[in-house]
């Protein structure tokens, strides 16, 4: 019998390997840097088949940013931007789901960065659920997200030539989530 047509709570645990959480924001006014995370962890609730009771929450190691060029890591990880000295996790934890349609929905939650704790909808798609060779049970989701960096703290930039920023305020979150039930 699947889980997910089962009517107890199952929980899951965010298998990092096969999940990524990235980000994309705005440079030089009209190309994109795109980053992720590389150290995390999460749980992840649902009574069977229903994704109105579905929960979540995760902690995201700040120091753990990557965009593929160590000389920006280090500086995204001081003052100007994260400051993971001081605030070295990043939080969610839902509050609540709607707008429940099929596979989609709305999970809403607290999204803490740099000690600055807002609301924010992650709009998802759960995905399927399905056991690998070890007969693990898996699910997964996406979901996506913007957040303005400065309301967080994040304000650092650098004026162009051309009058515009160097770093985009818009960052636009998307998480691609593998969870083993436990």
Known sequence: MSTLTENAVQTYTIDPS???????????????????????????????????????EATIQAGSITTNDAKRDEHLRTADFFLVEEYPTITFKSTGVKNVSGTRFTLVGEFTLRGVTKTIELEGEYLGEGKDPWGNTKVAFE?????????????????????????????ELTLEIQATQQ
């Open 143 to 171: 979901a996506t997200t913007t957040i303005n960096r400065k309301d967080y703290g994040l304000n650092w930039n650098a004026v162009l030539e051309s009058g515009g920023f160097l770093v985009g305020d818009t960052v």
């Open 18 to 56: 096969h999940s990524r959480l990235g980000f994309a924001v705005r440079h030089l006014g009209f190309s994109k840097v795109r980053g992720s995370f590389e150290q995390f962890e999460g749980t992840i609730r649902m009574k069977g088949g229903d994704l109105s009771t579905l929960e979540a």
